[in-house]
């Protein structure tokens, strides 16, 4: 095997895709800072039982494991931030009051997401803790909208579901309860026979209520339907009404609701988002609320957040962020390094032509150019440039 190939869904980030990354990176970093996000960098790698925390066995399968040749513990490589960032609010931070943490890395996961996706993420994203209230949720859920506007993406589709409609049916049969998995892949996978069959011995109500969750996605007033079809459980009204308070926040996107889409479940513990743009079948950001997954680091409260996959948003984002440049010719001129060296000073991006190479960079925008006029160097337009 050549030396060069690399394993399975993993790959370099060539010039192109990584200038775009890291405008993005930054956009969304300084958006963040504008809502009063703080940034966190957590480790990638963290001794197993601290970094699954309560995430679900989704995660676990997810994560690559390691021993430490130190501790002979088992260690594992991040699958993804969201947990560790829950570990620092609970454990190292401990504040009393609302806390607003960001993060932006790579994680590694066992398992691409679809045919064509990287086993190596990289996840930004934004978590708010200590505030149970529905304006928290409201407030990631339009935070990931503008954060996928400012990658040019605008045309988007807000799905919200609830994962405490789901949680009140099985509450009401403890026999729904023991196929509780089943059932969530079947109604993730709105794989309706399998449903009908998971659901044959179980009390009309609830059978019926069931069934008819995967039917239950549209416009906002899919919710009146709701109400008319599940039972009238106070945990389901509750979670309706949820649904309908969010709708009515989010600005920048179509909403529908979607009461099957609990891809996530197991880890959220209220109201739920996933964020899809036309001509990609997977959703680009995700989040919800997750009030339990603290509790393993003895101090449970509540979080709502969500994450994004940056890698995939620039794969689709129709920006096209050639940094502006300067072109200076190749000389010994004391004149014109200490010009090349205060322009650069100054911040701007000055490239230098290696003797023999006057080629442009692909990779900038070279639409200026110093020039010598009259013993001094200049800056002019450059002509012929995109």
């Known amino acids: ?7 399975e869904n993993i790959a370099d980030v060539l010039p192109s895709e990584a200038r775009k990354l890291e405008e993005l990176r930054r956009r969304l970093l300084d958006r963040f800072r504008t809502y009063g996000y703080e940034l966190v960098m957590p480790p990638m790698l963290e001794y197993l039982e601290s970094l699954l925390s309560s995430a679900g066995p989704d995660l676990e399968l997810n994560t690559f494991k390691l021993v430490d040749q130190l501790s002979g513990r088992s260690m594992g490589i991040r699958a993804d931030i969201t947990p560790q960032v829950s570990r620092i609010d609970a454990h190292l931070l401990n504040r009393q009051g609302v806390t607003r943490l960001c993060y932006a890395g790579s994680v590694l996961q066992t398992r691409p997401v679809g045919l064509h996706a990287t086993r190596e993420p990289y996840q930004v994203g934004a978590e708010i803790f200590g505030h149970a209230g529905l304006e928290a949720d409201a407030e990631v859920q339009q935070l990931a909208i503008d954060s996928l506007a400012l990658a040019g993406l605008t045309d988007v589709r807000l799905d919200l579901c609830h994962a405490g409609v789901l949680e009140a049916l099985l509450d009401a049969s403890p026999a729904a309860r023991a196929r509780a998995y089943e059932l969530f892949a079947a109604l993730g996978g709105k794989d309706v026979p399998r449903l009908v069959e998971l659901t ?23 919710l009146e339907r709701a109400r008319a079809e599940l039972p009238a459980f106070p945990a389901i009204r509750r979670s309706l009404d949820d649904l309908a308070y969010l709708a009515r926040q989010a600005r920048g996107a179509q909403v529908l609701i979607d009461l099957a889409d609990l891809r996530g479940y197991r880890y959220h513990s209220g109201a739920m988002f996933s964020i899809y743009a036309d001509g990609v079948s997977s959703a680009l950001a995700r989040g919800g609320r997750y009030d339990h997954v603290a509790a393993k680091f003895g101090r449970e409260r509540p979080a709502t957040g969500f994450s994004l996959d940056l890698r995939e948003v620039v794969r689709i984002s129709p920006i096209e962020a050639y940094p502006s440049a300067i072109f200076a010719p190749f000389g010994d001129d004391p004149a014109l390094r200490e010009r090349i060296a205060a322009l650069r000073d100054a911040g701007e991006i000055v490239i230098q032509a290696l003797p023999g190479d006057p080629r442009a960079v692909d990779e900038f925008d070279c639409d200026r150019e110093l020039v010598s006029r009259s013993g001094q160097w200049q800056v002019v337009a450059r002509a012929g440039v995109r």
């Not at 095997?1 to 394993?7: F, G, K, R, T």
């Not at 179980?202 to 899919?222: C, F, N, S, T, W």
């Open 1 to 7: 095997m050549s030396v060069w190939l690399l394993p």
């Open 200 to 222: 044959a011995d179980l009390p009309a109500e609830i059978a019926q209520a069931l069934r008819a969750l995967p039917k239950l996605y549209g416009e906002a007033d899919v």
